[in-house]
């Protein structure tokens, strides 16, 4: 498994691989309702974060298939951290996890936030995550607010 930077000609295939997990975060299965965040993981859009410098973008790479997605906006904020429904339950979200933090290194203020799906929560505690609100439910999506603070 190779871990490296994303370029603007993979946001096709990073919208196509966030698109095939939006069920575990869209309050209706088929998306109803979500149009709006939809948007945001157009190929257009996620073209518009690989291409801001506010955001550190990474891919995992199995044999040429993606196989996950980090993404760290503003050395603070993780934006994305997406599986692949065939890679999920194999340690690949800790090291997409751990391979953001060492990229960001010292730029970072000593903690992380994250919106997470209520699916991925559990993850994020394992991480070191603590919730900071209940869950959230708009705009078709559900998500918990949580954060990381370094040791």
């Known amino acids: 498994m190779d871990?490296?930077?994303?370029?603007?000609e993979d946001a096709p295939v990073i919208s196509r691989l966030i698109g095939s997990v939006t069920r575990f975060f869209t309050l209706q299965p088929?998306?109803?309702?979500?149009?709006?965040?939809?948007?945001?993981i157009s190929p257009d859009?996620?073209?518009?974060y690989l291409a801001d410098p506010r955001f550190a973008y990474f891919k995992?790479?199995?044999?040429?298939?993606l196989a996950g997605v980090v993404a760290v906006r503003d050395t603070s904020h993780l934006y994305h951290l997406f599986v692949d429904a065939s890679f999920q339950r194999r340690g690949l979200s800790r090291l997409l996890w751990d391979h953001a933090r060492a990229v960001v290194g010292e730029a970072n203020p000593g903690y992380f936030t994250v919106n997470s799906t209520?699916?991925?929560?559990?993850?994020?505690?394992?991480?070191?995550?603590?919730?900071?609100?209940?869950?959230?439910?708009?705009?078709?999506?559900?998500?918990?607010?949580?954060?990381?603070?370094?040791?």
């Open 3 to 8: 871990i490296i930077k994303a370029t603007v």
């Open 45 to 48: 859009a996620v073209a518009g």
């Open 30 to 40: 088929d998306g109803a309702g979500a149009e709006d965040f939809l948007k945001t």
């Open 118 to 151: 209520p699916y991925a929560q559990p993850v994020y505690e394992r991480f070191g995550f603590v919730a900071t609100g209940p869950r959230v439910e708009t705009k078709g999506i559900a998500f918990v607010p949580m954060r990381w603070v370094a040791a």
């Open 60 to 65: 995992a790479v199995d044999n040429g298939t």
